[in-house]
């Protein structure tokens, strides 16, 4: 059973930094492209991050660029969120996915390709 589990989340001033993991098993994580989605009460999932296998190349949503780092280690199958400079508008549920379709370049953004999904874990921005 693959499965995905994600930690880190908390509650952080604006202008703060916080750091999400996402732990995998089940599968084999080397080989899969990994990416966080977030979604906000009565809001619909959102692209935030993503990262490729080889050679690791990254992907992220206009809103976080500059701010948030996406980055993997494949020796601990985990892939982390490091958050910096975070705003209110940041709140939501973040959550980690591991992709199962084909041509990532083209389709990273796209929820409805990932296969795998964590349970979440909630990041709160207070203003």
């Known amino acids: 059973q693959v499965q995905l589990v994600e930690s880190g989340g908390g509650l952080v001033q604006a202008g703060g930094s916080l750091r999400l993991s996402c732990a995998a098993s089940?599968?084999?994580?080397?080989?899969?492209?990994m990416a966080w989605f977030r979604q906000a009460p009565g809001k619909e999932r959102e692209f935030v991050a993503g990262i490729s296998w080889s050679p690791g190349n990254t992907y992220y949503a206009d809103f976080v660029k500059g701010r948030f780092t996406i980055s993997r280690d494949n020796a601990k199958d985990t892939v982390y969120l490091q958050m910096n400079s975070l705003k209110p508008e940041d709140t939501a549920v973040y959550s980690c996915a591991a992709y199962s379709g084909t041509t990532y370049s083209a389709n990273y953004y796209n929820a409805g390709r990932y296969g795998y999904w964590g349970q979440g874990t909630q990041v709160t921005v207070s203003s």
């Open positions: 089940g599968l084999t994580f080397s080989t899969y492209p």
